[in-house]
């Protein structure tokens, strides 16, 4: 291990208090663990510091094969790992069959409604029994972002969310990883810094936003799966 940041010691320290915080005054808490890069490091900081946070990851049935080998070197490298929830069976087949395997490429609106056949319910039986739980949510990440607490009431599902991460620069969170020496997608070496199902991500080109290869084919402000809601009304993914 390579020595940590000077800058990142007070971030670490918050985080980690944040994260005893929903492990006590909140709890049970569970972490939304995705294995993207953010979600990396609260795995890190949860499973050496807070062990006592469940955490989940939602297999949409959609995921990049590098997303599973993530998976099993998170396994191999701490003897755990997420618990995986999946979609609905006869949900998602009925979806897939009236409107096709792709049918997020032909509205918005069937976009959404795969998103939530796919992670929406497999979220609500994942929270389920929880009075908290933990995102890797961060301010700079997207404009819908930008008002995030640490935190907050989740009103759609009826519990508090925690977002230890909300105030860290993408620097920071890359200075984590590789200080620690942390497993991450290997997507990420390939321009790849938002991560979700394979046909909705792509790479994004030099200058783009760090969420431009999500749903690339949409405007920007249609570009959520609902997944994080705010009481503005907006929606995150």
């Given at each position: 291990m390579s020595a940590l940041p000077h800058n990142l010691h007070n971030r670490i320290a918050h985080s980690v208090e944040i994260l005893r915080l929903a492990a006590t005054a909140d709890a049970p808490a569970t972490f939304a663990n995705s294995l993207g890069a953010e979600d990396i490091v609260l795995t890190d900081l949860i499973y050496r510091q807070v062990p006592e946070i469940d955490d989940f990851m939602l297999d949409t049935g959609r995921l990049p094969a590098e997303t599973y080998a993530l998976l099993e070197r998170v396994r191999a490298r701490y003897g755990r790992a997420p618990r995986v929830h999946c979609p609905d069976t006869e949900a998602l087949e009925t979806f897939v069959n009236a409107f096709g395997a792709n049918a997020f490429y032909d509205s918005v609106a069937l976009r959404k409604r795969?998103?939530?056949?796919?992670?929406?319910?497999?979220?609500?039986?994942?929270?389920?029994?929880?009075?908290?739980?933990?995102?890797?949510?961060?301010?700079?990440?997207?404009?819908?972002?930008?008002?995030?607490?640490?935190?907050e009431w989740d009103e759609g599902n009826g519990l508090f969310k925690f977002n230890p991460l909300a105030d860290w620069g993408e620097a920071e969170i890359w200075g984590y990883i590789r200080s620690r020496r942390l497993p991450y997608n290997t997507l990420h070496d390939r321009h790849f810094p938002s991560i979700g199902c394979a046909p909705c991500t792509r790479a994004i080109a030099q200058g783009e936003d760090i969420r431009a290869g999500r749903w690339w084919w949409e405007l920007p402000e249609s570009k959520e799966c609902g997944l994080h809601r705010y009481a503005d009304g907006s929606a995150s993914a």
């Amino acid at each position: 291990m390579s020595a940590l940041p000077h800058n990142l010691h007070n971030r670490i320290a918050h985080s980690v208090e944040i994260l005893r915080l929903a492990a006590t005054a909140d709890a049970p808490a569970t972490f939304a663990n995705s294995l993207g890069a953010e979600d990396i490091v609260l795995t890190d900081l949860i499973y050496r510091q807070v062990p006592e946070i469940d955490d989940f990851m939602l297999d949409t049935g959609r995921l990049p094969a590098e997303t599973y080998a993530l998976l099993e070197r998170v396994r191999a490298r701490y003897g755990r790992a997420p618990r995986v929830h999946c979609p609905d069976t006869e949900a998602l087949e009925t979806f897939v069959n009236a409107f096709g395997a792709n049918a997020f490429y032909d509205s918005v609106a069937l976009r959404k409604r795969c998103c939530a056949v796919r992670k929406i319910e497999p979220l609500r039986r994942a929270l389920h029994g929880y009075k908290s739980w933990v995102t890797g949510l961060r301010r700079e990440q997207s404009v819908t972002r930008q008002g995030l607490d640490v935190r907050e009431w989740d009103e759609g599902n009826g519990l508090f969310k925690f977002n230890p991460l909300a105030d860290w620069g993408e620097a920071e969170i890359w200075g984590y990883i590789r200080s620690r020496r942390l497993p991450y997608n290997t997507l990420h070496d390939r321009h790849f810094p938002s991560i979700g199902c394979a046909p909705c991500t792509r790479a994004i080109a030099q200058g783009e936003d760090i969420r431009a290869g999500r749903w690339w084919w949409e405007l920007p402000e249609s570009k959520e799966c609902g997944l994080h809601r705010y009481a503005d009304g907006s929606a995150s993914a």
